[in-house]
């Protein structure tokens, strides 16, 4: 069936004329149709607009233009600006909110000839590890619906694993597209910080936010990450770096790549979960890489750190959530104390008030040194671990999360228990490293990920090896029952 | 009150004259419908981006180099965070701990002739916030975020100015160096340059500075000269009635001539600086201060200098004449015609009759009505004596009022200075025969008189014989001379 095909298979048919766009994105509608109900993906659908790009796509190929993802479908994160479009970050607050302009992200991937489907639902500003903090409710995890998708970007990762659109962009802050794509099965990248414009991607946390695409296989993941990234004049934070040919480097053979196993990931890893990782490290070693182990020392600061770094930038960047210009605005405000109060008392949900109260403490006078300056010497400390490290080794390989995507409702009433399935993630984004999660078995009948992080920009080297991986197993290809 | 010591710093704000806003690609002109020239940078809608404008770095750095401070080779934006309507983003991006521009300093002139030399604690940019607008708007306040974005240069100065009258040639003197580095327009109207006062007091001879007030957003030389004399007063009567000065914010209301409290220390906000993230930090490297550097014109300091060496003008006429970049080309485009030999000639007359006229008429100089070309022709007419200095202010008035040459005027009315000894003897005679009884008077002693018989020839030719000769023939005459 169509929605079972990798990226390079239907831009292969619609190049032939063998299939249509259209014929593509009608398939794909009318199975979200069905499907959407039981897990809420998203929060806006654009059948027609998706039809008109869809048709336009068409008439693109059949004047005889190619193109890696020209009429392929996608589900954009609700957290990138599409002009015209609702673009709520999951937010009550953006609940009123049509964004007047293309997301870079958007725009890039818009000119490619890709066709979007909807916008996909998400944690409050991206602010969660599950996707309960959503104002439009949870999604459902296609594997069990019982259980989340992970988060912040549950939506786009539930889509791609139940087959309702090749790929899905996301952002990752601290986890936000590795944690949800090793909790549904797919493979989850993130790229170096700067690597993606990050104008357009409403901010949660500006030092650590990073925009990065699922999809079903690696090699998918490299032809949309060759169109999304790239200097942007408009991101002062993005790079004007080359970017490489990410799907000419997947052929590459990993004889003698070194990989390094992070002493600190395995440390009271579950029995089950531990053994997955060693298959995949004999999968790697049958692939003729080498293995050793290293330390990043300061790694167990990490989750501290970083619940310092986040929240102080997002009670800033969430202050133009005013109630004056856009967004939700109380009914008849007093005076001007009386409107920002209400406005953003309503607007904005628990986890983000509580990010908010968290951010703005610790930047207060009196506290500034204590939390926010510790916290950046610390962040300095992880990522010079991290240096040392890919001095001895090309990537390091460990798990994605401690356990397999856990139940609704479990652990969103202990923000400390949900702030900790980041673990083995957020250190790739102090440090601003690309990580890959691909998925590596399951416990329980649940997707585990196995997560690959390199030095910065090393996004083809990371790509190939998920790719080899790929090669050599099947797990990727598994899709969750109901949805094959 | 002369027991007391008055310590004042200011804090300078200047628009910055670039083309567009330091964040975003909009325009800067000022007076546009509201929220026309505002984009979405500007309004601070969600995943927007700022970029910085590399033309604001330009001329902060061209500031730095004019006031000898050093010139940082990296600085860093920060955001101070608060909320208010006018403010889009809910923080205003500035620089905190790592400013641009650090430790300059800057001669003043004071009105004694004496020269003090004020320290530049730093100049840092940062953004401006709209505007709030209330008139015509029933229960309602207007937002303009049209200035929302506008790039400026604040500028601090060390506590070291000792009275009002310091704190505004202090101010006169940055406004001259940002027109002359052409980095603001200077329009206080407009609010391109504007400043708040730091003023506290303390007993003579105590090294402990007081408490002080800020006053805020002061937009003229006068309202900052008056405003710190009104608090001065305020503080010392208080601390001398037995009160003590609170910290606080106040503001100057010039139509009661008076400051009045905005917010004290306590109600201050806690503004949570940290480093936008958003914002890689400035680095500025030596080959960059070095174009800079050669783009710097000469300054009001070396041409003041320069003046007084080369045409031997007093150290007040230089200073005058350099006080703006338009002035002192006005008056070197003078002395180009008249020559350097004429040079305290030419700067009597663009100081006196020349400024008076653009005072009385409010225009600028480059709008002028006798032009620097103009004016050499007034002038040569003096100095080769076809007309006397009190004449040539009437033809002055004509060529200003007219638009015609001085040449033209003076023939047209007829003004140019009789130099024909005999004519003047003809008038002379006719005023000895008119006035038999004065004549015999100063005969007799009364050498007073002799400015009577000048007036009188002075009347009969209408104001046009020549002084000097004019002198010369007459003492010859009443003395007795009657050849």
Redesign the interface.
């Known amino acids: 069936m169509l929605h079972n095909l990798f990226i390079g298979e239907l831009a292969e048919r619609l190049t032939k004329r063998q299939i249509s766009s259209v014929e593509l994105t009608r398939h794909l509608l009318s199975r979200i149709e069905r499907l959407n109900p039981g897990l809420n993906v998203f929060i806006t659908l654009t059948p027609e607009r998706a039809l008109k790009d869809a048709a336009a796509a068409d008439a693109r190929l059949a004047a005889g233009e190619t193109g890696p993802l020209l009429g392929i479908p996608l589900i954009h994160k609700d957290i990138?600006?599409t002009d015209g479009v609702k673009?709520s970050?999951g937010s009550r607050m953006?609940d009123n909110?049509i964004?007047?302009?293309d997301?870079t992200v958007v725009a890039r991937l818009k000119g490619a000839g890709t066709v979007m489907l909807g916008k996909a639902n998400m944690d409050e500003f991206a602010m969660g590890s599950s996707n309960e903090t959503s104002y439009y409710g949870p999604v459902k995890n296609p594997w069990d619906t019982t259980k989340v998708p992970g988060g912040s970007s549950g939506g786009s990762a539930a889509a791609t694993a139940a087959r309702l659109a090749p790929f899905a962009t996301g952002t990752d802050t601290g986890g936000s597209i590795r944690q949800p794509a090793a909790l549904t099965g797919v493979t989850g990248l993130k790229p170096t910080y700067g690597r993606v414009s990050?104008?357009?991607?409403?901010?949660f946390?500006?030092?650590l936010d990073q925009a990065g695409v699922f999809a079903r296989s690696a090699s998918d993941a490299a032809a949309v990450l060759q169109v999304m990234a790239g200097f942007d004049?408009?991101?002062?934070?993005s790079i004007d770096a080359p970017v490489p040919d990410y799907s000419k480097a997947l052929g590459t053979p990993l004889k003698g790549l070194k990989i390094g196993l992070l002493r600190e990931f395995f440390e009271g890893l579950e029995p089950r979960n531990a053994a997955l990782i060693e298959d995949a490290l004999t999968v790697y070693t049958g692939l003729g890489a080498e293995t050793r182990e290293v330390s990043l020392p300061h790694l167990p600061l990490s989750v501290p750190t970083y619940y310092v770094v986040a929240p102080?930038?997002c009670?800033?960047n969430?202050?133009?959530?005013?109630g004056?210009?856009?967004?939700h605005r109380c009914k008849d405000p007093k005076d001007?104390m009386d409107l920002?109060k209400r406005s953003r008392g309503e607007g904005f949900g628990a986890e983000v008030k509580r990010r908010i109260m968290t951010g703005?403490y610790v930047?207060?006078?009196g506290y500034?040194d204590a939390y926010?300056l510790k916290a950046q010497k610390a962040r300095r400390m992880i990522t010079d671990d991290f240096r040392t490290a890919f001095d001895k080794v090309d990537l390091v390989i460990g798990p994605t999360t401690p356990t397999p995507a856990f139940g609704l409702g479990a652990k969103i009433n202990d923000p400390v228990l949900m702030y900790l399935n980041d673990i083995y993630t957020i250190g790739a984004n102090l440090a601003g490293l690309p990580g890959v999660s691909i998925p590596c078995g399951f416990v329980d009948g649940l997707p585990m990920g196995l997560q690959l992080v390199g030095p910065h920009f090393a996004e083809a080297k990371l790509l190939n090896a998920a790719h080899q991986y790929q090669q050599a197993t099947d797990w990727h290809r598994h899709a969750p029952r109901g949805y094959e | 009150m002369s027991n007391w010591e008055v310590v004042i710093g200011l804090e300078i704000h200047a628009q910055l004259a670039t083309k567009s806003k330091i964040f975003s690609g909009s325009p800067t002109a000022y007076g546009a419908p509201p929220n026309t020239q505002a984009d979405l940078v500007d309004l601070g809608f969600p995943g927007v981006l700022p970029v910085l404008n590399q033309r604001a770095v330009q001329m902060a750095v061209k500031f730095g180099l004019a006031i000898d401070a050093s010139v940082a080779p990296r600085s860093v934006f920060a955001r101070k965070n608060y909320f208010y309507p006018d403010l889009p983003k809910g923080y205003q991006i500035s620089q905190y701990e790592l400013p641009i521009v650090a430790r300059g300093s800057l001669k003043v002139m004071l009105d004694d002739g004496t020269v003090k030399t004020i320290g530049i604690t730093r100049a840092h940019l940062e953004e401006d916030a709209g505007k709030s607008l209330h008139e015509g708007l029933a229960n309602a306040t207007g937002i303009d975020l049209n200035r929302a974005g506008t790039p400026l240069l604040e500028i601090v100065s060390e506590p070291d100015m000792r009275s009002a009258k310091e704190a505004v040639a202090y101010m006169k003197k940055i406004h001259t160096l940002v027109r002359y580095l052409e980095i603001c327009d200077g329009n206080m109207q407009e609010g391109s340059f504007r400043c708040d006062a730091n003023v506290s007091v303390r007993p003579k001879g105590q090294e402990k500075f007081g408490t002080r007030a800020e006053i805020k957003n002061l937009n003229s030389f006068r309202f900052v000269e008056k405003a710190i004399q009104y608090e001065v007063a305020r503080q010392v009567e208080l601390i001398e009635g037995g009160g003590t000065v609170v910290q606080e914010t106040r503001l100057y209301d010039s139509d009661k001539d008076e400051t009045r409290s905005m917010r004290s220390k306590e109600e201050a906000n806690d503004y949570r600086y940290f480093p936008d993230p958003d914002l890689l930090p400035v680095e500025i490297d030596a080959a960059f201060i070095a174009s800079v550097r050669a783009s710097l014109p000469e300054l009001p300091d070396q041409k003041a200098a320069r003046f007084a060496k080369d045409f031997a003008l007093s150290a007040y006429d230089a200073g005058v004449l350099s006080a703006s970049r338009e002035l002192g080309a006005y008056f070197e485009a003078v002395i180009a015609g008249v020559g350097a030999g004429h040079a305290k000639l030419a700067a009597n007359w663009v100081m006196g009759e020349l400024s008076s006229a653009l005072n009385r008429d409010n225009i600028d100089i480059e709008n002028a009505k006798v032009d620097p070309k103009q004016l050499t022709g007034l002038l040569l007419r003096i100095v080769d004596a076809t007309i006397s200095g009190k004449i040539a202010k009437e033809v002055f008035e004509a060529m200003w009022s007219e638009g015609k040459p001085a040449d033209a005027i003076i023939e047209a009315k007829g003004l140019r200075q009789i130099t024909d000894a005999g004519a003047i003897e003809g008038v002379i005679d006719a005023v000895m025969a008119a006035n038999p009884a004065q004549l015999a008077d100063y005969r007799s002693g009364k050498d007073k008189l002799f400015g009577f018989f000048v007036g009188q020839v002075m009347k009969a030719t209408g104001g046009k014989a020549n002084p000097a000769q004019l002198n010369e023939l007459l003492k010859s005459k009443l003395g007795g001379g009657n050849a």
């Open positions: 990138f600006c673009t970050c953006l909110f964004a007047p302009y997301a990050r104008y357009g991607m409403i901010a946390a500006s030092s004049p408009r991101d002062s934070t102080a930038e009670s800033s969430l202050s133009r959530f005013d004056v210009r856009f967004g001007l920002y703005t930047l207060s006078a500034f926010y």
